[in-house]
């Protein structure tokens, strides 16, 4: 891989989070929402009103608030929260810390199940294992977060009483109590991963079985094993990665939901209570730390590509 393209590539994360950076802050601007009135109150005089605008820039053209704005965000300042009055980025960064160990949990139950399922289902294609399998994955892709998050909920919390409905304790805190409460969370976020990824591994690893080499290795007396492992699977697996990657901007939206009915203080329920308190720089900087997660996610999904398949060459 040619140092142009991963330089091409970071140029195109720049370019990405500068047109993020853009929308995102043209819709703050059209939202129903007053800064200084957010800040002052309601019953704030328009004397006070009118110096605290002046005061914050927000009496400047947007152009200028935009500038302003980025020039801070280039210095790692994302502003002051409209509903607590304290830095933005810390609670953000922090919240995006929660919603990413519950994303890696996420994506490591995923591979050790759905690989070896999709595995399953294509050597006894047609057979009652790959009925099962193919007929779980069809399930956990039509089931949506909410309902499989209340269904645990109500069977594995309130009926059995194994593990805590909601809620969240840090693992640096309690490390036992920590795993317990992101057991069911970790869970319901895997069962459509594990659905979606099985799929694909299985039909995939089907076409590849059935390309020459394959057919080459056989005739050289390989088992069935050997073949698998040293040929199928590597040239098999690879758009898992990609699949993986996409998974995680899915992750980061579609966490949104389990955070908020497992009440886990995630980026994604902090987004949340950013948009229904229209606290407008905490808006701003969670969209565009999520943007750059997803980017980062992709861009390093790109080279672990081309590192392990050595026939893809970027340029």
Known sequence: MSPNYIL???MMIVYTLFVVSLIVFAITQVLPADAAVMMLGE???DEALNALRQSMGLDAPIWAQYGHWLGSLL???FGTSLRTGQPVGPIMFEALGRSLLLAVLSIGLMLVLAIPLGIIAAIRRGKVADMVVSLVSYAGVSLPEFVTATL???FFADLMKWLPPTGYV???ENFVDGIRYLVLPVCVISIILIAHVSRMVRSELVDVLHTDY???ARMKGLSGGTVLRRHALRNALLPTITIVALDVGYLL???IVVEEIFAIPGIGRQLIVAIQARDLPAIQAGVLIMAATYSIVNF???ILYAWLDKRIQYD
């Open 300 to 302: 390093v999904a790109d």
């Open 43 to 45: 019953n704030a005089t």
């Open 253 to 255: 939206g579609g966490v």
């Open 152 to 154: 645990a909920v109500l």
């Open 170 to 172: 840090p693992l640096t």
């Open 75 to 77: 210095q790692g300042d």
């Open 214 to 216: 394959i057919r080459a």
């Open 8 to 10: 091409k590539r970071l």
